[in-house]
Nanobody, 121 residues
Framework: QVQLVESGGGLVQAGGSLRLSCAAS??????MAWFRQAPGKEREFVAG????????NYADAVKGRFSLSTDNADNQLYLQMNGLKPEDTAVYYC????????????????WGQGTRVTVSS
């Protein structure tokens, strides 16, 4: 059974940092990514990783502030978020796929339940 379990969300002041974790189990994935969805908005791509070769991709809105890392032994994907802004407030979702990497939610088959990030001004 495939499971993606996110953790690490919370409330932080603007300029602060959080690290989100995604624990993956059940199968081997070709790619994993983080998306976010703010109230009333569509789900948007934040950052993605291809496990083979370590290729990463970041949305322009988070470049230079967010970074991905992995713990291959435990199949964990992390999203380090620095310099948080109120506009980063959203539910953050971990996503994974066995065949492809992309920036559309439709590119991913498996999803976690989400973890909420709130950035106060």
């Amino acid at each position: 059974q495939v499971q993606l379990v996110e953790s690490g969300g919370g409330l932080v002041q603007a300029g602060g940092s959080l690290r989100l974790s995604c624990a993956a189990s059940g199968r081997t994935f070709f790619a994993m990514a983080w998306f976010r969805q703010a109230p009333g908005k569509e789900r948007e791509f934040v950052a993605g990783l291809r496990w083979i070769g370590g290729y990463t991709n970041y949305a322009d809105a988070v470049k230079g502030r967010f970074s991905l890392s992995t713990d291959n032994a435990d199949n964990q994907l992390y999203l380090q978020m620095n310099g948080l802004k109120p506009e980063d407030t959203a539910v953050y979702y971990c996503a994974a796929d066995s065949l492809r990497i992309g920036i559309s939610p439709n590119d991913y088959t498996y999803w976690g339940q989400g973890t909420r990030v709130t950035v106060s001004s």
